[in-house]
Antibody, heavy 119, light 118 residues
Framework: QVQLVQSGGGVVQPGRSLRLSCEGS????????MHWVRQAPGKGLEWVAF????????NYADSVKGRFTISRDNSKNTLYLQMNSLTAEDTAVYYC????????????WGQGTLVSVSS | DILMTQSPDSLAVSLGERATIHCKSS????????????LAWYQQKPGQPPKLLIY???NRESGVPDRFSGSGSGTDFTLTISSLQAEDVAVYYC??????????????FGQGTKVEIK
């Protein structure tokens, strides 16, 4: 079955960096668009970024553009989110998600990982 | 960005009764490319990631019970739980994935509707 297992996350000071990982299994990883979606504590869902199946195209929410970078290593079936210049507003549970074709539908989700930005 | 507004914010329904959640988008979600509405519904239980229920407004995801159904077109959409079960207690989100902004997509979610047992 499809599994997305996330790692990384934790407590980080404002202005610092953090990298999240998401390893996929149970499907052909290099055939799917992948996404990051976040959820601030007690709040709703916010799409963060997506990357094309072959890594040739990516796109970001305005709130993270220029600070976050989505990437993937298809040889390792792993998706990444490099987060730089973190602020308190980035505090959230971050989920990786697998898409359906090129439509931004989030079909399968990782378990989520908490990123807490605090001094 | 397309604004998604759900109503109500919370809903209490008796077991076995119908629950109806509404979602309104600020722009039409009818895709001229696919002739389908770019609208999905998710269920999120406490401490869990969201789960896809419905996509293209009315397509039920594999494994989702048939008591869940989606309807609507253009800017107005509805998620219906025909006979509420205890395991349906959750927050439900609608999400648009319009191709309008392609190649810079801007998917957005509604604020969520909390469904509880009366």
């Amino acid at each position: 079955q499809v599994q997305l297992v996330q790692s990384g996350g934790g407590v980080v000071q404002p202005g610092r960096s953090l990298r999240l990982s998401c390893e996929g299994s149970g499907f052909t990883f290099n055939s799917y668009v992948m996404h990051w979606v976040r959820q601030a504590p007690g709040k709703g869902l916010e799409w963060v970024a997506f990357i094309r199946y072959d890594g040739t195209d990516e796109n970001y929410a305005d709130s993270v553009k220029g600070r976050f970078t989505i990437s993937r290593d298809n040889s390792k079936n792993t998706l990444y989110l490099q987060m730089n210049s973190l602020t308190a507003e980035d505090t959230a549970v971050y989920y990786c998600a697998r898409g359906i074709g090129m439509a931004l539908i989030f079909q399968h989700w990782g378990q989520g990982t908490l990123v807490s930005v605090s001094s | 960005d397309i604004l998604m507004t759900q109503s109500p914010d919370s809903l209490a329904v008796s077991l076995g009764e119908r629950a109806t959640i509404h979602c309104k988008s600020s722009q039409s979600l009818l895709s001229s490319t696919f002739n389908k509405n770019s609208l999905a519904w998710y269920q999120q239980k406490p401490g869990q990631p969201p789960k896809l229920l419905i996509y293209w407004a009315s397509n039920r995801e594999s494994g989702v019970p048939d008591r869940f159904s989606g309807s609507g077109s253009g800017t107005d959409f509805t998620l219906t739980i025909s006979s509420l079960q205890a395991e349906d207690v959750a927050v439900y989100y609608c999400q648009q994935y319009s191709q309008q902004y392609y190649p810079t997509p801007r998917p957005t979610f509604g604020q969520g509707t909390k469904v509880e047992i009366k």
